[in-house]
């Protein structure tokens, strides 16, 4: 397995922010000498090769976002978890947090906001993710805000949001958004740096076309498929 990710690095008031993309909804962000991983899987990286997490955020409890075996590999007694409350239902000990709540860990603000479908739905009329059970993050490092979108669609909770310097928004169809959901939701937060990521087979350039004629909204595309 290739071990050689992508790396980006943010400036913030406290230092360099680095954010490695492991591949698919998962990343590694580092900040004051802390590694913060967001929904390991093994199918992207091999975590036994990978440093230990001093903090995990988990999204939902999909086997692509929750990844016992993953998980297991960088998780040490002194480790974080943050999930939402079906996470912590399968994992047992772990701070959850639930839509709209908020916490401090590692000097890192994490915000807890809404992820569901509003539009993409099962054959049965369910939500592929139903409002409530999972969770974005909005991270804030060294006063940098990061929003990592979870699997969501373009919802007025995150159309809300202010403040957004970076944003890993979804494009998995037909679970989450499609190129001009994520370019109606990068419209209304205006980042300065846009990653779609969990994009699966969706091409993206169709968002870099969508999103050509906004200015200040940086498209980056790395290896998120």
């Not at 079906?86 to 860990?105: F, I, Q």
Request: proline share 8%; aromatic share 8%; hydrophobic share 40%.
């Amino acid at each position: 397995m290739d071990q050689a990710f992508e790396t980006d690095v943010v400036e913030t008031a406290q230092g360099e922010l680095a954010m490695a993309f492991l591949g698919h909804g998962s990343l590694l962000f580092t900040f004051g000498g802390k590694r913060i991983y967001v929904d390991p899987f093994s199918r992207v990286a091999d975590y036994s090769r990978l440093p230990k997490a001093d903090l995990v955020l988990l999204t939902h409890e999909h086997r692509d976002h929750l990844d016992p075996a993953a998980l297991g590999a960088i998780r040490t007694p002194a480790t974080l978890v943050v999930a939402p409350p079906p996470c912590a239902e399968a994992l047992g000990e772990c701070r959850v947090l639930r839509n709209g709540e908020s916490t401090t860990l590692l000097g890192v603000e994490i915000e807890a906001v809404p992820a569901y479908n509003l539009v993409h739905k099962r054959e049965s009329g369910e939500p592929f993710h139903p409002r409530g059970r999972g969770n974005g993050y909005v991270l804030t490092f060294g006063g940098v805000r990061v929003l990592v979108a979870g699997d969501t669609e373009n919802v007025p909770e995150l159309k809300a949001l202010r403040g957004v310097e970076v944003a890993f928004l979804p494009m998995n169809l037909p679970y989450t958004m499609t190129p001009e959901m994520v370019a109606d939701l990068a419209r209304a937060l205006r980042p300065k740096i846009l990653y779609p990521y969990h994009y699966g087979s969706t091409d993206p350039q169709a968002l870099v076309a969508l999103l050509r004629d906004e200015p200040g909204i940086e498209v980056r595309i790395r290896k998120l498929a």
